[in-house]
């Protein structure tokens, strides 16, 4: 069964992402539209691209995701197609593709199958779920735009390795208020090289110890662990960590080693 995964930062309160279903379904009754999730902050690129990057994996190869974030109608902006590791994606060219991969796609075009552009007022519909049906379908990408060989280009904040000690930031919250960082896996054990470690963060915080499980401390107590994201988050067991502990996107944590 074909396969549309759905990103944006429609919410749930208006009609839009009735419309952007319904206008899918109008054209290829039987797909499968999975909402990924419409509670993207407005906007919010940053945001998207790691929810969309956490999650496409999990899907069968061929899926395609409709990626719905700043995709109001702009005369300068190209909508594209992306064939990545076997996944197809639609959206605007925002800097998001950039910022969920890790290679180069496989396969880039910049869709033509816009409509006179005076009527053209929720690209959505009238473009992405066009291109989106066209490629469960098993259409071939040349057939709805034209190659195209870059691609908007945005960088997330990376983290700064002094030494012995490793500074990050915040890049996301989740909905049990868990705060993850962009330290990766793969970086921490690099710099850590088997070394104790203490994890310093807002309000003269410490943590010295690497969980595997949110469950391996007691119920309210603080823990770090690398998540199913593969990056180093800060959580308390069955509590709100962000704010029971002050921290928002963009603070800095601290790594030192020893």
């Known amino acids: 069964?074909?396969?549309?995964?759905?990103t944006t930062d429609l919410g749930y309160k208006d009609f839009y992402q009735a419309a952007l279903k319904g206008s899918i379904l109008s054209?290829?009754?039987t797909v499968n539209i999975i909402d990924i999730t419409h509670n993207i902050s407005a906007f919010n690129i940053p945001?998207?691209?790691f929810v969309l990057k956490n999650a496409f994996p999990y899907f069968p190869s061929g899926t395609v995701h409709l990626i719905g974030i700043d995709s109001v109608f702009n005369e300068n902006t190209k909508y594209l197609a992306v064939k990545y590791k076997g996944h197809f994606f639609v959206g605007s060219d925002n800097g998001i593709f950039s910022l969920m991969f890790d290679e180069k796609p496989d396969e880039i075009v910049e869709l033509n199958i816009m409509q006179d552009l005076k009527f053209l007022h929720?690209?959505?519909t009238d473009i992405f779920a066009k291109a989106s049906t066209h490629l469960a379908e098993g259409g071939k990408m040349e057939d709805i735009g034209i190659p195209l060989a870059e691609l908007e280009e945005k960088v997330n904040l990376q983290p700064v390795i002094e030494h012995n000690v490793i500074k990050g930031s915040v890049i996301y919250i989740d909905s049990?208020?868990?705060v993850i960082t962009n330290i990766s896996k793969d970086l921490f054990s690099r710099i850590q090289q088997n070394r104790d470690f203490v994890l310093y963060f807002r309000k003269n915080e410490s943590i010295s110890t690497l969980s595997w499980h949110y469950n391996e401390v007691p119920e309210g107590e603080k823990?770090?662990?690398f998540g199913i994201s593969n990056y180093l988050e800060i959580a308390?067991?069955?509590?709100n960590a962000s704010g029971l502990l002050g921290l928002h996107l963009g603070d800095i944590v601290r790594v030192e080693f020893s």
């Open 122 to 124: 929720f690209p959505l």
């Open 1 to 6: 069964m074909a396969i549309i995964t759905l």
């Open 223 to 225: 823990l770090c662990l």
């Open 47 to 49: 945001q998207a691209a």
């Open 176 to 178: 049990f208020q868990n």
């Open 236 to 239: 308390i067991n069955k509590g």
């Open 27 to 29: 054209i290829r009754p």
